[in-house]
């Protein structure tokens, strides 16, 4: 009222403080995120890693996978190690840095997710956490890998697919996910399988809303983004001269790698088990989360949709895995992030639950995912655990002795099975102090990462013994072999001892053995070839004076 000595409104009603519980969940979330990825930063090579680092370096110096070095995966990983090292140089933290941030992109695309589907993007950043965690705990030697990159790859196709723009950007959007589908299945080609998902998804969607019409041209545009990379890589090996190498590789060799896994086995127990695994095997949290998820009561009227599309990813996933029959840990990468994401819906619907508790019901929740994480890790086939090789990898950050340096570090940690990073690197000193920069050198065994650390050439397009060691395939392989060594003859020959693995080769033969069964290598090491030393399980010939 006019004359009135009132204080304003603003000031007489006290100012209300409102604290969004969800915050600190998030906070907690992104500190985990952030902490998987600076474990993934200091992660060394493993024996594949070391493989797609020597072929993706020699892409960039113009060679071509399969004709000019020689691997069995799919090219897309060594293109993606490529990539990383022409942007970040050669060393094993370049794909690690893709790598963590291929993680950060996947948490953003799973909150992304979690608003369309759940109408909240916590949820998402909580099974981002998990997926991060996840990872993280495959360590090194199951991480960095084609399922790794793929991954992020079905993530991104997954937010493309649900997008809701702009309806003229609509074609855009469905060749877009489609291509993302295909570069996960030029990585690993299961991983493909997730555009039919997406493909129906779209036709269903688009016959609600626009009609027939449109639901045929989602499908067939989605089909011609899926089917582009395959077409331009085959474009680009045609060109190089690479197709037939490519060819006999995944034609005639890849089968009869896959198949040593087939023997006396079904495909329903196959999937059954890949299943299994990829639901209870890794993470008891991702378990509980997904049966909290399922089991309470819906947050949003589009979360069945959600959870429906996401399974029907995963089934592709798991269908891919059983086929492949191996069931290594990081056949899993592609897939756990997909459980995480559903396990965060129910973690979250537990965490909103324990809010109506008070302090109580928070200190509940969070004993609760403690246990959870600590009832199951992902893999456990390393000296130590998760959280010990955790706590020595972040004392190597911090410069804390005895790990100020990276080497210090990779022998406490870069170890596995036979493989030791520590014996690889004093392989490589005696590779660079034995020979010229520009000697080319042969490692008959299952090292190909010498080749990298040594900074040398291989003699033959075959960086590991393994297509000569199988019973399949073995003789053209064997003849190839022969033929590149008499063209460039290496200066050392290594010979591997210890590297036994029947569920690649088929045999319990290590390289060293396997010589009496290729005398034609034998006899060549033999005459015109020395003993000069032996480093752990590696034996370094040097060129004889006398071989012709």
């Known amino acids: 009222m006019p004359g009135s000595s009132l204080p304003p409104a603003a000031e007489i009603i006290p100012r209300l403080h409102v604290r969004d519980p969800d915050a600190w969940l998030r906070a907690a979330c992104f500190a ?43 090219p897309g990983i060594f293109f993606v190690y490529a990539f990383a090292q022409a942007v970040f140089g050669k060393s094993m933290l370049a794909p690690r840095l893709l790598e963590a941030l291929g993680l950060v992109l996947l948490v953003a695309c799973s909150g992304r997710l979690a608003q369309t589907f759940f109408g909240n993007s916590t949820v998402g950043y909580v099974g981002g956490a998990l997926a991060g965690l996840i990872h993280a705990e495959l360590e090194f030697w199951h991480t960095g890998q084609p399922e790794t990159f793929g991954g992020v790859l079905t993530f991104v196709a997954l937010v493309l697919t649900t997008a809701e723009g702009r309806r003229p950007q609509r074609y855009l959007r469905w060749l877009l996910v489609g291509f993302a589908f295909g570069c996960a299945a030029l990585l690993k080609p299961p991983l493909g399988g997730g555009a039919l998902v997406c493909g129906a ?16 041209a989602a499908l067939v545009i989605v089909g011609v983004g899926a089917v582009l990379p395959f077409v331009l890589t085959i ?29 006396g086995r079904r495909a329903p127990e196959m999937f059954y088990y890949a299943l299994q695994e990829a639901f209870f095997k890794f993470s008891a949290v991702n378990t509980a989360g997904v049966i909290a998820a399922v089991a309470m009561t819906p947050l949003h009227q589009r979360e069945r949709e959600g959870i429906f599309l996401v399974l029907g990813v995963i089934a592709m996933h798991v269908t891919g895995i059983a086929m492949q029959g191996k069931f290594f840990p990081y056949h899993y990468a592609a897939t756990l992030p ?40 992902a893999v456990g086939d390393l000296p130590q655990d998760f959280w010990d090789r955790s706590a020595i990898r972040m004392r190597y950050l911090l410069r804390i002795p005895p790990y100020e340096r990276r080497e210090a570090l990779d022998a406490e940690l870069g170890a596995v099975a036979d493989v030791s990073l520590a014996a690889d690197r004093a392989v490589a000193a005696e590779l660079r102090a034995r020979t010229r920069v520009d ?5 008959w ?8 650390l040594a900074s040398r050439e291989p003699s033959t397009r075959f960086i590991y013994d393994v297509p000569q060691r ?16 008499a063209a460039r003859p290496p200066a050392v020959v290594v010979v591997q001892r210890n590297d036994v693995f029947p569920m690649v080769t088929g045999d319990t033969l290590d390289s060293r053995r396997s010589l009496a069964t290729f005398p034609e290598l034998e006899h060549l090491i033999d005459s015109n070839y020395e003993l000069a030393t032996s480093v752990e399980d590696f034996d370094l010939f040097v060129r004889a004076p006398h071989a012709e």
């Open 338 to 377: 997909l459980i995480a994401f559903m396990a965060g819906l129910g973690l979250y619907k537990l965490w909103r639950r324990c809010l109506v508790g008070g302090p109580g019901g928070v200190l509940a929740f969070v004993a609760f995912v403690v246990a959870c994480i600590a009832m199951r890790q």
């Open 235 to 263: 474009a680009w090996f045609a060109a190089r001269g690479g197709l037939g190498a490519l060819y006999w590789t995944m034609h005639d060799f890849t089968p009869g790698y896959t198949a040593l896994s087939w023997t």
């Open 470 to 485: 199988t019973r399949w395939q073995r003789e053209r392989a064997r003849s190839d072999l022969m033929r590149d060594l």
């Open 201 to 216: 998804y779209l036709v269903k969607r688009e016959q609600l809303q626009t009609g027939l019409k449109s639901a045929v």
């Open 445 to 452: 065994g299952f090292e190909p990462v010498i080749y990298w």
């Open 32 to 74: 985990v995120v952030a902490l998987a990825a600076l474990q993934i930063l200091v992660f060394p090579f493993g024996r594949d890693q070391g493989i797609y680092a020597v072929v993706g370096e020699g892409l960039l110096h113009g060679k071509v996978p399969y004709k000019d070095l020689w691997d069995f995966k799919p």
């Open 439 to 443: 000697a080319p050198v042969f490692v």
